[in-house]
């Protein structure tokens, strides 16, 4: 079993900036990726970022490149989202994923294990 812990969400005017923490405990070994999804109220759940474990190769959905940038500490079993530029379409709850197999790295159903998520509101 893996255990992701979301921390860093928030409230925040637009054109701001938040960092999002995941962390992650139990069997991280065979991590492959990791990701961010976002679900806003009525919304389906849709794909933010992700980043391979081993050698860090990153992904994004349009709507968010440029502003966000994913990161990740091996030593930690950490992954980061910082988040620039904020609109208030970026509202939503944000999960962090993890992805144990090789395969599509932009799809919600590959990943195998989901944090609680943590909410992001930006105001306008």
């Known amino acids: 079993q893996v255990q992701l812990v979301e921390s860093g969400g928030g409230l925040v005017q637009a054109g701001g900036s938040l960092r999002l923490s995941c962390a992650a405990s139990g069997r991280t070994f065979s991590n492959y990726a990791m990701g961010w999804f976002r679900q806003a109220p009525g919304k389906e759940r849709e794909f933010v970022a992700a980043i391979r474990w081993s050698g860090g190769s990153t992904y994004y959905a349009d709507s968010v490149k440029g502003r966000f940038t994913i990161s990740r500490d091996n030593a930690k079993n950490t992954e980061y989202l910082q988040m620039n530029s904020l609109k208030p379409e970026d509202t939503a709850v944000y999960y962090c994923?993890?992805?144990?197999?090789?395969?599509?790295?932009?799809?919600?159903?590959?990943?195998?294990?989901w944090g609680q998520g943590t909410q992001v509101t930006v105001s306008s």
């Open positions: 994923a993890t992805k144990s197999s090789y395969g599509l790295i932009r799809i919600d159903n590959a990943y195998d294990y």
